[in-house]
């Protein structure tokens, strides 16, 4: 009894932890807190000046139209199953101890996007994104008790026109909203040092380095302040902490209330930052009055120069190569938000495996990993998440203006972190577009305005010409061979200079696993000869550099064929899997070859034949079935030649109620079902990988759509089963419409005519059987599928031709004329309402332009 007793009790409190949820659709996951470190303090000006108090725990999770049932949770979390959801969290303050303190609440991360009250009034609206931001808060807002409300409104879902990134984003990480970093209440002395803006520069011969800092000091709204006694003190510190300069401001610098300062540190013969050797220098700006300090600012510099020379690129004097890799944190729990130590052991890993760059092309990345690039030695590449914009966009002023902004967010957010050595302005642009092409510069423009550094944009195909206000053009590679990779970029070095073009997206992916040699496309064993090749090539030619795709598998937002689909959405593109074991081929190969270490071989293997044997099989089944229907009866027999050769004459026999046998007419229709989808099979399980048709099916199609489209490409066993049963139901469903058609005329028609029709209307597809038996390999041979295209496209006229000759035959030719109008009225509305919601003409546009780069890569 007590036995029994115990196990439910655990039954129970194992079902409690299982379900935190406030439905049992909807999901919260609190995500593991971390104490904030040193680098938090440089990067939110934390210090005893600066006091914080967490607002992290105590938290109310809701939904809107539900509002009694709430989940207590604490911040970090993160929430699915509903597109937006209400956080809220009450806190005391006093107003008289901090009566003279500037105050802000500060965010260090919200997806997507989110509406901020306090005490029901409105203080803040974030437009989207994980970039941290702050909110200064108005005495007359807040409640000199315990009854001050924070609210916040999270809104997680995309929109295809109006958010950055657009809801149709290719290849992006699963990311759930929520408040996803620490919030925390900072009170800042009246009198402060305001936001500081950083500048490193170095002379021709890197002999002496400035660091210039602009900055406000900001004081309250409307007060005279006295400055007597106030003064400016400056420090710098190497990297071992020693201070090497120290200087001080006297007042009469700034003595007008919130005037401009300028600060310039000087350092004669400094140590340069680079990749082998990131050495870093801390300033400290130190705000006092009678000697005693008032407020502090401190953050970390590094001092390197990147630079064009001729043909090659420098660092520092000496050649250089971006040997990179895209980095999409994510974790199979908590999805992209990993904490701290995680991302800092995963960037250490990075940096051991011989890499001097990271790129975060998907996500906004957390600036403590940005820091953190800087102290270990990895340049880092941030790019706006734009993705496959349709290039009628580019015309739109409010998208530009949202896409400008955004930009500007982000370079404003990063500009300052000495690892930051470019901005990206969007990816997979058309190559060779104009619409792209004029957009970017007017971009690329606009981010001139907050920066200096170099901006890229990364191309689908091979750009004939550097877009103005470029300083780089990225190509973006999916699985493009590599004999013909290489020799489009040497065309365009030769044509356009060879600094001007790197590698920004190298995507093989690995969905067909291990197997015994890299002759076997898209296996661990090609993916690995595919990066070696690259690396080799950059190696020899001084290209500007590479960057793989992602360091390891994870999962999207929507299913893939390009990417290889599976139930959990893993995108299997990664050098890692996505269990991040370091046992990869490709792991081993990247690392051996970027460290110069012992050379690592890639088995050549055979070529495993990859044309399910299926496909044979049920091609020599149905064409047995079908050669002994057609031998069975003289008479069937007949009917088969007049149904292909004079349709009319037979149509009008099945409307005259000749003698036509049901038995064998059944037999037929679902030998033509099978026939049917035997050839969709192989034309899905063909097309599977087709990166493109990826693409087109993410604008085409909903979530749903995709999944099923993807789910029959890579199931060929299933694709049959059920394209058969679908065939058929497609059939019956024609009868019934056509069924239905009649109650609009006077003739009248019998159900089993129309059904007859239907079925001898697709006997072509008899004549395909043939073909479908190697239909597969003939198509991977890839030397006539534009041919085969073709006649596949007539076949697909011939029996539509076909089916409205029936029912022209079947009807009369009066009634023929109402049902052809009603038919394609219907056929048009219902196409044209998909459409409407579910693609756009610049989407169209967009697809039009970047099938025609696909044709020639």
């Known amino acids: ?49 600066r006091e914080i108090t967490s607002l992290n725990n105590g938290w109310e999770a809701y939904l809107e139209d539900d509002a009694e049932n709430r989940a207590q949770i604490s911040v970090p979390a993160t929430f699915s199953g509903a597109s937006q959801i209400i956080f809220e969290k009450k806190f005391n303050f006093d107003k008289k101890q901090f009566l003279t303190e500037k105050k802000e609440i500060v965010f ?11 005490n029901d009034v409105s203080i803040h609206k974030h437009p989207g994104g994980e970039i941290p931001f702050s909110i200064e808060l108005n005495d007359e807002l807040l409640n000199n008790d315990n009854k001050n409300t924070l609210t916040v409104i999270v809104n997680s879902e995309y929109d295809a026109i109006n958010t950055i990134p657009l809801k ?30 950083s500048e490193v ?117 000496s050649e250089f190569s971006f040997y990179g890799t895209g980095y999409v944190p994510y974790d199979k729990t908590y999805k992209s938000m990993l904490g701290k130590s995680t991302l800092a052991e995963e960037l250490r890993q990075i940096k051991m495996m011989g890499f001097n760059a990271v790129r975060f092309s998907k996500v906004i990345p957390n600036p403590f990993a940005i820091e953190y690039c800087s102290e270990i030695g ?55 577009s104009q619409e792209h092409a004029e957009f970017i510069t007017r971009l690329a423009s606009s ?99 590479f960057f793989f795709t992602s360091y390891y598998d994870y999962a999207g937002t929507y299913s893939s064929l390009f990417a290889g689909y599976n139930s959990n959405r893993v995108y299997h593109v990664g050098i890692l899997g996505e269990d991040k074991g370091q046992n990869s081929l490709s792991y081993k190969i990247i690392k051996s070859k970027l460290n110069n270490g012992e050379k690592v071989n890639i088995p050549l293997g055979s070529k495993r034949d990859d044309a399910p044997i299926l496909f044979i099989l049920t091609g020599l089944f149905l064409s047995i ?23 009319y004459n037979f149509y009008a026999d099945i409307r005259d109620h000749r003698i036509i046998s049901g038995f064998h007419s059944n037999i037929l229709f679902l030998t033509l079902a099978g026939a049917h989808s035997l050839l969709v099979t192989n034309l899905f399980y063909f097309l599977r990988h087709n990166f493109l048709l990826d693409k087109s099916l993410l604008a085409f199609s909903s979530e749903g759509l ?30 019934f419409f056509f069924m239905l058609t009649t109650f609009f005329i006077r003739t009248k028609v019998m159900f089993s005519s129309i059904y007859y029709s239907a079925i001898w209307a697709f006997l072509p597809l008899s004549l395909l059987l043939p073909l479908e038996l190697v239909l597969y390999r003939v198509l991977a041979a890839g030397v006539v599928n534009i041919y085969i295209y073709a006649v596949l496209g007539i076949f697909v006229i011939w029996l539509v031709q076909r089916l409205l000759k029936g029912i022209y035959v079947i009807f009369d030719v009066r009634a023929s004329s109402v049902y052809l109008t009603t038919f394609l009225f219907l056929l048009l509305t219902i196409g044209g309402t998909y459409l409407y919601f579910h693609l756009t003409e610049e989407t169209t546009f967009y697809l039009i332009n970047a099938w025609k780069q696909y044709s020639v890569m």
């Open 201 to 317: 520069t170095l002379n021709s011969t890197r002999t002496q380095g400035n660091i210039n800092l602009n900055f406000r000091i900001q004081t309250p709204d409307n007060d005279k302040i006295d400055f007597t006694g106030y003064a400016l003190r400056v420090k710098l510190f190497n990297r071992a902490g020693a201070e090497i300069v120290k200087f001080t401001m006297p007042q009469a610098q700034f003595v007008s209330s919130g005037a401009g300062v300028k600060v310039t540190i000087s350092l004669d013969d400094p140590v340069l930052w680079s990749p082998a050797n990131p050495h870093y220098y801390t300033y400290s700006l130190e705000l006092t009055k009678q000697d005693s300090i008032t407020d502090f600012y401190s953050a970390r510099t590094g001092f390197y120069k990147l630079e064009k020379n001729e043909n090659k690129l420098l660092l520092n004097g």
């Open 706 to 735: 995709l999944d099923i489209f993807a789910y029959l490409a890579w199931n060929p066993i299933e694709s049959l089963i059920y394209l058969f049963f679908g065939s058929v139901v497609f059939v019956l469903v024609l009868t």
């Open 378 to 432: 990895l340049f880092t590449l941030i790019d706006l998440p734009l993705n496959s914009m349709p290039g009628k966009f580019a015309s739109d002023k409010n998208f530009f203006d949202r896409a400008a902004g955004r930009l500007k967010t982000i370079i404003e957010n990063f500009e300052d972190q000495t690892s930051v050595v470019a901005f990206g302005i969007g990816s997979s642009y058309v190559a060779n």
């Open 108 to 118: 260090l991360g919200v997806t997507y996007s989110c509406e901020v009250f306090l």
């Open 168 to 197: 149709q984003k290719y290849l992006f990480p699963d990311i759930e909203g929520g408040i996803v970093g620490d919030v925390f209440l900072q009170r800042i002395p009246a009198i402060s040092i305001g936001k500081v803006n």
């Open 625 to 647: 079935v079908l050669a002994l229907l057609v031998n069975s009866k003289r008479k069937f027999r007949e009917d088969v030649m007049r149904a292909l050769f004079r349709p």
């Open 1 to 49: 009894m007590r036995m029994t007793t115990i196990k439910k009790f655990y039954v129970f409190l194992f079902l409690a932890l299982l379900n935190l949820p406030l439905f049992s659709q909807i999901k919260i996951k609190e995500l593991p807190r971390e104490v904030l470190s040193r680098t938090d303090s440089l990067l939110y000006q934390i210090s005893e000046y």
């Open 447 to 545: 981010a001139r305005e907050v920066t200096d550094k170099n901006l890229y944009a990364s191309f689908i195909g091979f750009p004939e010409s550097l877009p103005a206000g470029l300083d780089f053009c990225g190509l973006e590679s999916f699985a493009v061979p590599e004999e013909k990779l290489i020799s489009e970029i040497d065309r365009l070095s030769a044509k356009n200079g060879l600094n001007n073009y790197f590698i920004s997206d190298i995507v093989y992916p690995t969905f067909n696993g291990g197997t015994d040699g890299y002759l076997n496309k898209f296996s661990k064993e090609a993916q690995a000869k595919y990066f070696a090749d690259i690396i080799d090539y950059v190696k020899k030619s001084n290209l500007p550099g």
